[in-house]
């Protein structure tokens, strides 16, 4: 099993970015995905939830309104888009399932600073 993230990067407040996570090595459409993060110091927390195909979505309260989850099935890809950031957002950023079950991957930084 592996989670491959990137799109992470150094972005001014109000900025956006696209997060991709390429996942292999297990049935992808069994498994709700999700988004993790964990800031420096803090523990690592769960940031958005997709079900299998979509139909139901998650978010933490603070990324309401901000944050978009979506998922390829056809690509084991699942996807953040992060627009309107704020310094809060800074961390590092992991896919997993929403259990989560597998061993994490690299994670890709996203700094939100002026």
């Known amino acids: 099993v592996q989670f491959v993230e990137s799109g992470g990067g150094l972005v001014q407040p109000g900025g956006s970015l696209r997060l991709s996570c390429v996942a292999s090595?297990?049935?992808?459409?069994?498994?709700?995905m999700s988004w993790y993060r964990q800031a420096p110091g803090k523990g690592r927390e769960l940031v958005a939830t997709?079900?299998?195909?979509?139909?139901?979505?998650d978010y933490l309260d603070s990324v309401k309104g901000r944050f978009t989850i979506s998922r390829a099935n056809a690509k084991n890809t699942v996807y953040l888009q992060a627009n309107s950031l704020k310094p809060e957002d800074t961390a590092v950023y992991y896919c997993?399932?929403?259990?989560?079950?597998?061993?994490w991957g690299q994670g890709t930084q996203v700094t939100v600073s002026s």
């Open positions: 997993n399932t929403d259990s989560p079950t597998f061993p």
């Open positions: 090595g297990f049935t992808f459409t069994s498994y709700r």
């Open positions: 997709i079900t299998r195909y979509g139909v139901d979505i």
